[in-house]
Each structure stands twice: as C-alpha cells, then as structure tokens.
C-alpha cells in the first residue's frame, strides 16, 4: 500500500517545510539540508528545506515549532504561515527523488505542504545560543540557484512575502540586538529588500516612528563618530495605528 511505510503517528497527507531566514549585517542566509543518496550506481548530493510530515497529535503551528527545534535548538522563533502547496508531481522533481522518498518511508501520493518562514539573528554574538544539525548548513540566499523537490519556488515565495512584511509589519526588529544603530537598522532593510536606500530619507521615516526610541547610550571603541543607540518599544507600537507601519 503506498505510504505503508510512513509510522502511525504521521498524517502522510500533510507536512511543513520551513524557510528560515539567517541575518547577519550585510547578507541574508537560508538554512538547508543536505540531503546524500545513491541513484543508479551514482552519488548525488543536494539541498533542501527543512520540514516533515505532521504529527497526528500535533496541530500546524506546533510541527513548524518542532522542525525548527530540532533543527536548532531553538524555541520561541518567529514564525509565519504563507503558503499551502498541494501540486501534483511536486516531490519527483527527478527520478532519484522517488528513491529517496521511498528510503526515509515518506508517501508517494500527493503530499500538501505548509510553508513557513521564520526570522534567526544569526551574528557572532547570537549564533552560540543555537546549535545546527549536522547535516544543516547556512547559504547566502543569492546564491541559492537549485533546490530538491519544487522547494526553490517555496524560497522564492517566501522572500517575496518577507519582504512585503518587512515594508508593513515591524519584523525587522526580530533580527536586530536589543539596542541597534540606525545605520544597522538601514543595512537590515538594505540586505533584506536588495536595495539602496536614501539615508536621509530613511531617517526622516525612521523619526516617525514613536516606537523606535532614543537611549542615552553611544557607540565605544570605534574608528568612527560613535553612533546613538535606540530600541524598540514594542508596548507603545501596539498602541499606536499599526496600519501607519
């Protein structure tokens, strides 16, 4: 019977496949697996999305939250529904991709996905506080040309999604430290958009914002004209008109 193999605490109809996003000042990362097989006498190597099928006992959000534990270690990262893909054919990319479905007891009827993405700032001060799989690795999301499976239309999706979020929800400060630089804060909207922008333009907008706050506090040991430090008060967004973002 196709899908006999899959364990009984799967739903062998419905999975997640998490995009996650690693910042770090001047460049944006994904987090991929590799994925190693043997087809026809040869080895391949390739890349993927993290995801898996979803518990029976567990509800969407909760399989995002447990592929990205165990992926990273971590708990409480940001998470976002985008998308629901059900396409015929959309795991037999290739033919050594049924064989390698087959390997792992995954099903071969029509799987629908759900994907996520999430937000990781991945800096030299923050990356200690998680630990990678093995077999996970992060890649400039430039560079990211070919994927397993239909998953780079997955990325594409989710950095499309992303980046409209970023220009109408305060997402940015996901991936900024506690007290961040105007000029960091900038290059984020910078590496995230693929785009210049007008530093006093950006200023002008940041200064309307009630909510990115000004502390008594400066930049030490630097080459350059030490820069103020703000935050993000979170209590006073929420009460201010969200939609003005």
């Known amino acids: ?72 270690g971590l708990d409480n990262i940001y998470l976002k529904q985008y998308s629901a893909i059900g396409s015929p054919g959309r795991l037999l990319k290739e033919p050594r991709d049924m064989v390698w479905l087959k390997s792992i007891g995954h099903p071969e009827e029509i799987v629908v996905t759900i994907a996520y993405y999430s937000l990781i700032n991945i800096d030299q001060d923050n990356s200690a506080s998680f630990t990678l799989q093995s077999n996970a690795r992060w890649y400039p999301v430039s560079e990211v040309k070919e994927l397993a499976f239909d998953h780079l239309a997955i990325v594409q999706q989710a950095l499309h999604v992303l980046r409209t979020d970023l220009r109408v929800q305060p997402i940015a400060f996901e991936l900024l430290p506690p007290k961040f630089t105007l000029r960091q804060l900038q290059q984020l909207y910078e590496v995230i958009l693929g785009s210049s922008l007008d530093k006093r333009n950006f200023r002008k907008k940041v200064s309307n ?37």
């Open 1 to 72: 019977m196709l899908g006999s193999n899959v364990p009984g605490n799967l739903n062998p109809h419905v999975s997640v496949d998490c995009v996650v996003f690693g910042f770090e000042f001047g460049k944006l990362d994904i987090l991929l697996i590799e994925r190693n097989m043997r087809f026809e006498g040869t080895e391949f190597k390739d890349l993927k999305l993290p995801g898996d099928l979803v518990r029976k006992d567990e509800d969407l959000d909760t399989a995002a939250s447990r592929v990205l534990r165990e992926l990273t």
């Open 209 to 245: 914002m009630p909510y990115v706050v000004p502390i008594n506090e400066k930049q030490v040991d630097v080459s350059h004209k030490p820069a103020r430090y703000y935050s993000f008060n979170r209590k006073k967004y929420q009460k201010t008109n969200k939609d003005s973002f």
